[in-house]
């Protein structure tokens, strides 16, 4: 089992930033690829960013040049820097893990974007 524990979320005017933090652990934890999705009210989830366990990443298009993964010493921890936010950043971000074929993922952190 792997657990997947995010925070860092909140309220945040547009244009400011916000950095969420994913730690993960569990004895069927491992290093492995990880990475962040979201999903807004009435969406459909949607990859964020991903890093892979050496480190390679991986932005969808909308927030490359604003945010960046990245992953702790220990590598059971990953970072998502969020800048120059924007209203429509505005949604549950999810952490995952994908061991081996199966992917596990957090409980969400909510990321409101409002003046």
């Known amino acids: 089992q792997v657990q997947l524990v995010e925070s860092g979320g909140g309220l945040v005017q547009p244009g400011g930033f916000l950095r969420l933090s994913c730690a993960a652990s569990?004895?069927?934890?491992?290093?492995?690829?990880m990475g962040w999705h979201r999903q807004a009210p009435g969406k459909e989830r949607e990859l964020v960013a991903a890093i892979t366990s050496g480190g390679i990443t991986h932005y969808a298009h909308s927030m490359k040049g604003r945010f960046t993964i990245s992953r702790g010493n220990a590598k059971n921890t990953v970072y998502l820097l969020m800048n120059s936010l924007k209203p429509e950043d505005t949604a549950v971000y999810y952490c995952?893990?994908?061991?081996?074929?199966?992917?596990?993922w957090g409980q969400g952190t909510q990321v409101t974007v409002s003046s």
């Open positions: 995952n893990s994908d061991q081996g074929n199966y992917r596990y």
């Open positions: 569990g004895s069927g934890f491992s290093i492995s690829a």
